[in-house]
């Protein structure tokens, strides 16, 4: 059963992110989150970086439209091979003025 517990809060902390399991719009497996980008204006949760796994590199994906699950997954509102050609995250996990537009492009055509 899914809660539609909203993950875009201005109160949000890494914590309540990190770590937790990301799930596309089916259900499908997606990665963990590995951090949290917060929008440098009103510090709220904006991208969340999701690590896939062993030998993959993490993703964007806006935290906009995303809820948290009961068993505590959290959903996104993309199916995972929309996020699979995503921008990808840097090593540092701060993304470019030149990555914010590239992401606002590729999830905008969503």
């Given at each position: 059963?899914?809660?539609?517990e909203?993950?875009?809060?201005?109160?949000?902390?890494?914590?309540?992110y990190?770590?937790?399991?990301?799930?596309?719009?089916h259900?499908?497996?997606?990665?963990?989150?590995?951090?949290?980008?917060?929008?440098?204006?009103?510090?709220?949760?904006?991208?969340?970086?999701v690590?896939?796994?062993?030998?993959?590199?993490?993703?964007?994906?806006?935290?906009?439209?995303?809820?948290?699950?009961?068993?505590?997954?959290?959903?996104?509102?993309?199916?995972?091979?929309w996020?699979?050609?995503?921008?990808?995250?840097?090593?540092?996990?701060?993304?470019?003025?030149?990555?914010?537009?590239?992401?606002?492009?590729?999830?905008?055509?969503?």
């Amino acid at each position: 059963m899914h809660t539609r517990e909203t993950l875009d809060r201005p109160d949000g902390l890494t914590a309540d992110y990190v770590g937790h399991e990301v799930l596309d719009e089916h259900g499908l497996h997606l990665g963990l989150v590995a951090d949290v980008v917060y929008d440098e204006q009103d510090g709220h949760a904006e991208y969340l970086a999701v690590d896939p796994g062993l030998l993959r590199s993490a993703h964007y994906v806006p935290v906009a439209g995303s809820y948290h699950t009961a068993q505590g997954q959290i959903v996104v509102p993309w199916d995972k091979h929309w996020v699979k050609t995503a921008p990808r995250a840097a090593g540092d996990h701060l993304p470019t003025a030149g990555d914010r537009r590239e992401l606002k492009a590729h999830y905008t055509d969503a």
